[in-house]
Each structure stands twice: as C-alpha cells, then as structure tokens.
C-alpha cells in the first residue's frame, strides 16, 4: 500500500502535488530531523528512522483494510481485471471498490489498472523473442489500436519506437 498506512488522511487528497512533509507527518519530522542531524553512526540513523516509522504506524487510523486484497487481485491479474469481475469476486459493490482504490492508492481504477497493465507490457516487451503483438495479446490486448493508443498515452511514444530505444540502450551498455 505504499505510503498510506504512515498517513492520517487519504493519499488521494496528495495525488499529483507536491506534498509537503511537514503537512504529511505533522511536528514528528522536526524531531526526526533533530536526531538524524545528530553527530552518529549510520546504524543508530537507521534505528531513529526505524522508530520514527513504526511509531508513526501506531499513531495512524487504519486504512480500509479492503484496499489489500483489491489491489492485490489487480496486480495479480495484471490489471486486466474488470472492475465488475473483480467486485464479484470480492463481494463488493462497485462504487466502493472505487471510493476504497481511490483513497489507497491515490488514482481511481481504470487509471490504477492500466498503469499495472502497461508495466506488464514493459515488462514482457523486456524479454527479447517477444513480437509486438505477442504482448498486446499476452497483455489482454484484443486488437493493436487500443494497445498502440495506450502506450502512447502513457509513455508518450509507440511501442515500436520504445522498443528500439530500448534495444540501442542496452546495445550502448554492450559495446
């Protein structure tokens, strides 16, 4: 769940800001800040950051404990699960599945699931004997514009041309 259990508040209310620690941890961080400051080890500023985290835990409202098993069911399935399916199977209405992804992650599904889908196909595109439209289809593409329009949405170029970028990267690392 990332940084949301260590807040007191939504993490959907700091989405796409730029938020201010003082804001997200309250007076805690001046005291933290004092100690890392302090002239010592580098195990004892793990310890002070260790205690600062876990008393930070104890000082937090439990989130929607719903959010683990949403989230988790949409990385498992690589973000092509249907928000309808997935709520079936989580007996669950749809709107609060929303409300609950929304305010643990931060996005709302359809955004949260396709950034799990297109980090799958980065990931399959990682491996080299794998055709363009083996992905897509491996990825729960049904035809190559939807896919093309996706990634280019979201990494601002076609999967041929992020593709070959990648392959002069590594190419670059060989020579």
Known sequence: MGAQPFMDFPISEITNTR???NHVFKTDLEHLCDSLHQ????????????????????????F?????????YILQTNGTVRLQDLTKKLFIGERTAQRIIHNAVGVNYKFFARTVRLEHVRNLMAQQHTSLTDVAHRAGYF???HF??????????SP???????QRLVWNRVV
């Open 19 to 21: 938020a201010d620690l």
């Open 39 to 62: 002239d010592m080890g580098e195990q004892a500023k793990a310890r002070a950051l260790d205690i600062f985290f876990k008393n930070k835990l104890r000082q937090v409202r439990s």
């Open 143 to 145: 035809d190559q514009a």
């Open 148 to 157: 093309i329009h996706d990634f280019r949405e979201a990494f601002g170029e």
């Open 64 to 72: 929607d404990d719903r959010a683990i098993p949403l989230t988790q």
């Open 160 to 166: 041929g041309a992020y593709l070959k970028k990648q």
